[in-house]
């Protein structure tokens, strides 16, 4: 069984910085792509960005070069560090680990103010 918490939300100045975790338990980190997604208020769960177990990454063009996502298998951890924050980057962030069944976690809120 795969459990995802994340931390690291909170209340930020635009233009401010903040780094979130997820730590995850199970067998299968060490091996399986890790993602961020995140949702805002009225609209769609959209995708922020994936790291492979290799390290490879991918991001929404909207947030490269302000976002980077990192993990570390030793730790079964994931990381997310935003930096350059908007407000329109206020939304509940998930942690997603994907797999032949997709798991996720339950959210942390991001709120950044102007």
């Known amino acids: 069984q795969v459990q995802l918490v994340e931390s690291g939300g909170g209340l930020v100045q635009a233009g401010g910085s903040l780094r979130l975790s997820c730590a995850a338990s199970g067998s299968i980190f060490s091996t399986s792509v890790m993602g961020w997604n995140r949702q805002a208020p009225g609209k769609q769960r959209e995708l922020v960005a994936t790291i492979t177990s290799g390290g490879s990454t991918n991001y929404a063009d909207s947030l490269k070069g302000r976002f980077i996502i990192s993990r570390d298998n030793a730790k079964n951890t994931v990381y997310l560090q935003m930096n350059s924050l908007k407000p329109e980057d206020t939304a509940v962030y998930y942690c997603?680990?994907?797999?032949?069944?997709?798991?996720w976690g339950r959210g942390t809120q991001v709120t950044v103010s102007s």
């Open positions: 997603t680990l994907y797999s032949q069944s997709n798991y």
